[in-house]
């Protein structure tokens, strides 16, 4: 339940808010009115990609620019799911997850957290990364991962020809270093996004 103090802008209903990373499911509570759910017309789930997200605030909030909203959506899979050769979905999870650490989105990161936990096997890891931050010593792939999502999201200018032969020496070719870079890229986004638009809270 939230209460309307415009037309278009909300306060959430009480809820605990959570104050440390963490791979436990959260819920994500807008502050500015989604479209309703019967409100939707074929163009708006056609943008939804998915269209049970049709249930989710945060898509239905987006859906207001369905254009928009189908590039982002069409961008977000291809990056993540597409398995045309590249990273190895853990490692993608992992950028997605460290550049969320780093901008302090606590929803993005427990998502991301959770599936580079989940496809990596590699639960420690994955919590040293939350509970340490960034500069959590994980292992070399992983740690140049990170070192290079850090330096995109940070000042994007500062990632260098280091961060990707740092990356190369790894283990990682082209194409997998594209993918790191790329979800590392689209997450320093979507956290914004995100963050500007709602606020997480503790599933009931």
């Given at each position: 339940?939230?209460?309307?103090?415009?037309?278009?802008?909300?306060?959430?209903?009480?809820?605990?808010?959570?104050?440390?990373?963490?791979r436990?499911?959260?819920?994500?509570?807008?502050?500015?009115?989604?479209?309703?759910?019967?409100?939707?017309?074929?163009?708006?789930?056609?943008?939804?990609?998915?269209?049970?997200?049709?249930k989710?605030?945060?898509?239905?909030?987006?859906?207001?620019?369905?254009?928009?909203?189908?590039?982002?959506?069409?961008?977000?899979?291809?990056?993540?799911?597409?398995?045309?050769?590249?990273?190895?979905?853990?490692?993608?999870?992992?950028?997605?997850?460290?550049?969320?650490?780093?901008n302090?989105?606590?929803?993005?990161?427990?998502?991301?957290?959770?599936?580079?936990?989940?496809?990596?096997?590699?639960?420690?890891?994955?919590?040293?990364?939350?509970?340490?931050?960034?500069s959590?010593?994980?292992?070399?792939?992983?740690?140049?991962?990170?070192?290079?999502?850090?330096?995109?999201t940070?000042?994007?200018?500062?990632?260098?020809?280091?961060?990707?032969?740092?990356?190369s020496?790894?283990?990682?070719?082209d194409?997998?270093?594209?993918?790191?870079?790329?979800?590392?890229?689209?997450?320093?986004?979507?956290?914004?996004l995100?963050?500007?638009?709602?606020?997480?809270?503790?599933?009931?």
């Open positions: 339940m939230t209460e309307k103090t415009s037309e278009k802008t909300l306060i959430p209903a009480a809820h605990t808010e959570p104050v440390v990373f963490t436990d499911q959260l819920d994500w509570l807008p502050w500015l009115e989604p479209m309703a759910e019967a409100a939707l017309t074929p163009r708006h789930i056609t943008a939804l990609v998915d269209p049970p997200r049709a989710s605030d945060y898509f239905r909030l987006l859906a207001r620019d369905p254009d928009i909203l189908e590039a982002r959506t069409r961008t977000d899979k291809d990056i993540f799911y597409n398995t045309v050769g590249g990273a190895p979905r853990a490692d993608r999870e992992l950028a997605a997850a460290a550049t969320s650490r780093l302090g989105c606590i929803y993005c990161a427990s998502v991301h957290a959770r599936h580079a936990a989940i496809y990596g096997k590699r639960e420690a890891d994955v919590d040293k990364l939350l509970h340490e931050g960034v959590a010593d994980l292992d070399e792939r992983w740690n140049a991962i990170v070192a290079a999502s850090v330096a995109l940070a000042i994007p200018i500062d990632f260098g020809p280091e961060h990707v032969e740092r990356l020496k790894a283990g990682l070719d194409l997998a270093i594209l993918d790191v870079i790329n979800a590392a890229a689209f997450f320093n986004w979507a956290n914004r995100m963050l500007s638009l709602g606020e997480p809270a503790t599933t009931a």
